[in-house]
């Protein structure tokens, strides 16, 4: 439903605006109550959309741009829930956990640190499970595969990993995520590309999303003296 009626005096209603096709908010609007249902009715769609639709239009239909996701959309508000009897934050069937940024990377360092390389293979098969198991997780929600990206991108940009973008080739079954300000990379130095779980997990995720065996490499790292962390994601030459 495109508007829902936040409150109404008989004769003029307030009215909160949905986009038609990914579902985010577009805003308030103030109507007579006469013309509420009349909205209701009618396709309504964010700026966003409209832009992707048009790209979609261009000469390369296949490849598609993902940045903030979806404008006005508080990840942290709208979509995960806190149960006080639980003691669980809970977001798309599944438990959330928030901690501190400085963990993930005392936990991944301290343990580079130990076990050298075997632990670097260790957070990437770690990492590639969870982007299987997120994309699994996703179209089980009936979200379709190409708005995996979308959602990943918003989870990214708004769970405090960094500012990420996510290019997608589809045809040509590759993909470029670029980090700024990657939470795996930030105020640490390293000689080598230091982030191996974000590595794991984009190969994992995106052989879900093209269905074929993937290969990603980290082309630039933050921790290592890059602009920010770049993934290089291709289907897996045999």
């Not at 809970?90 to 130990?114: H, Q, T």
């Not at 769970?159 to 930030?186: L, P, Q, S, Y």
Request: charged letters at 25%.
């Amino acid at each position: 439903m495109p508007a829902e009626v936040i409150q109404s005096n008989g004769r003029i209603a307030e009215v909160r605006l949905i986009c038609d096709n990914c579902g985010g908010p577009i805003g308030t609007q103030l109507m007579l109550e006469t013309q509420v249902e009349a909205k209701k009715s009618t396709k309504i769609v964010c700026q966003q959309c409209k832009e992707a639709a048009d790209f979609q239009k261009k000469k390369n239909p296949a490849f598609i741009k993902h940045e903030a996701a979806i404008p006005n959309f508080n990840l942290l508000k709208e979509a995960l829930d806190f149960d006080a009897d639980t003691s669980e934050v809970r977001g798309a069937n599944s438990d959330w956990v928030i901690l501190r940024g400085g963990l993930f990377r005392d936990l991944f360092s301290g343990l580079s640190f130990n076990f050298g390389k075997e632990a670097n293979k260790g957070l990437e098969e770690a990492g590639k499970k969870s982007g299987k198991n997120f994309a699994l997780t996703m179209l089980k929600k009936d979200f379709s595969l190409n708005e995996l990206p979308t959602i990943l991108s918003l989870l990214l940009n708004q769970g405090g990993w960094g500012k990420t973008e996510i290019e997608i080739d589809f045809e040509k079954k590759t993909a470029v995520v670029t980090i700024e300000n990657c939470v795996t990379a930030r105020y640490i130095k390293t000689k080598e590309p230091n982030c191996h779980f974000l590595r794991g997990y984009f190969e994992g995720f995106f052989e879900k999303l093209f269905n074929a065996q993937t290969e990603c490499a980290e082309t630039l790292c933050m921790a290592s003296s890059g602009s920010a962390c770049k993934f290089q994601i291709q289907r897996l030459k045999k």
